[in-house]
């Protein structure tokens, strides 16, 4: 059977993750937990999600269906936060004989939810029409994610990462967390590239710890499960009560569209686009870094580094009008928030200088108003000055936000590693 769930929690405290880590170790009561739970992310634009917009689904073999489903609904109803007014729970449940029939259109509606801002009746109707069991709580919101969490469990396609979470005793929920800085340093230091995101060293800020109230303690991102595992085994921290290993969408741009035209973009949605640069970068209030992208067809969207992506807009401002650049991130309000940029070709800027004089090797200098160059040294004259390529102080190649600022689903470009381009990742 398998079991998807979303939307426990609330801004002031719970995580989804940290009921399947609860599930995982009590359901075995019931049965065996096949393979790892699953923590997908899902589109990142929908405004009402309550923090990254995760729903996390279970696998178990079962005799005692009937009991599994009367005690998940148990755990939710005593552990969700209900009382909180963007807290919508839902839970879905897809029996071993049900998988078979169910499987394709799942796994339609998992990318779905990714790409696409979905209504709760399209999780009913769906739910209804594969004779499924489900809950939904009050708005039923979570009916959506929990849905598409089955869809992922059920799908074993998609590309994939792993996370490692800790969580903490419930008595300090709430509090500042106890963790040993430099053990998460080094942590970075000794798996890295092979884990990500633990911390960022250009804005030196650790990444893997929340501030959030919820029960995480902290999460180790990489790219298969004995990594996460290995590269958490030296960390110090206060004690941790439980822990688990998911598998997920993170880090895959999976939210992704590619269109080849800009025509095709629209709000609440993501994309890769291509096109050329249509102004020079410029800076608003806010230190949020914005330039208009333009495709041969004569469309245009606005693309911003927001002040919180911090250096990585020292990289956009050396964007000139004429760059051919690919660009990914998501679209609201008809502005495209950069998560990475390619430089597919760069246009050369040229400066006009005063000729260097052919024996002395030196800068000449004007010999007044249309008098032409002279060299002070050995007075040989020039007549005009020479147009020099200036160094764009920038290579063709993908660049990215730094760990600070990534979303959960956008793919560091530690992952790009065998492209055939150049690839500078942010760390
Ligand atoms: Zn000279």
């Known amino acids: 059977m398998i079991i998807g769930i979303d939307d426990t929690d609330s801004r002031e405290g719970m995580c989804t993750t940290y009921l399947g880590a609860i599930l995982i170790e009590e359901l075995t009561v019931y049965g ?45 109803e005593s552990l969700a936060e209900m009382q909180s007014e963007k807290t919508n729970p839902g839970v879905v ?6 998988y078979n029939k ?56 998609w590309d994939s990462t792993y996370e490692y979470l800790t969580y903490r005793k419930k008595e300090k929920w709430g509090l500042s967390r106890v963790v040993d800085e430099n053990s998460i340093y080094k942590s970075d230091l000794d798996f890295y590239p092979d884990t990500w995101d633990t911390v960022d060293w250009e804005n030196y800020v650790i990444v893997c710890v929340p501030k959030s109230p919820d029960p995480v303690l902290y999460g180790i991102r990489g790219k298969d499960d004995h990594t996460v595992k290995s ?3 030296d960390i110090k921290s206060e004690t941790v009560e439980r822990s688990a290993v998911y598998k997920t969408n993170q880090g895959t741009d999976m939210h992704l569209i590619n269109v080849s035209s800009i025509k095709e973009v629209t709000d609440m949605q993501s ?23 333009g495709d041969n067809s004569g469309n245009t969207i606005d693309c911003a580094a927001y002040e919180p992506t911090k250096n990585f807009r020292y990289l956009v401002r050396k964007l000139k009008t004429g760059d051919n650049i690919t660009v990914y991130g998501s679209v609201k309000n008809q502005t495209l928030n950069i998560e990475k940029f390619k430089i597919n070709r760069l246009v050369p800027i040229y400066e006009t200088r005063n000729p260097t004089c052919p024996i002395c090797n030196k800068r000449m200098k004007s010999a007044g108003k249309n008098q032409g160059f002279k060299c002070r040294k050995c007075k040989t004259k020039a007549g005009s000055s020479v147009l020099v390529e200036i160094d764009r ?10 760990p600070s600022a990534r979303r959960h689903l956008a793919k560091p470009l530690v992952r790009f590693m065998s492209s055939n381009y150049n690839i500078f990742p942010s760390r």
């Open 32 to 76: 065996s937990i096949r393979g790892y739970p699953i923590l997908v992310r899902l589109n990142p634009t929908i405004p009402y999600k309550t923090r990254g917009n995760a729903a996390i689904a279970i696998q178990i073999d079962t005799k005692y269906p009937d009991k599994v489903i009367e005690y998940v609904i148990s755990k939710i």
């Open 393 to 402: 102080e920038i290579e063709t190649g993908l660049y990215e936000v730094p």
């Open 271 to 293: 994309y890769i686009v291509q096109g050329t640069v249509k102004n020079h970068p410029y800076t608003i209030e806010g230190g949020h870094t914005i330039f208009t992208l």
């Open 231 to 233: 590269a958490t085994e």
């Open 102 to 157: 169910s499987k394709s259109a799942l796994k339609d509606f998992f990318y779905d939810t990714v790409h696409n801002v979905m209504a709760i009746e399209n999780a009913k109707n769906l739910i209804s029409k594969l004779g499924l069991i489900a809950k939904g709580y009050k708005k039923e919101r979570g009916l959506i994610g929990a849905l598409a969490a089955t869809g992922a469990m059920l799908d074993s396609e």
């Open 93 to 98: 449940f897809v029996h071993d004989r049900e």
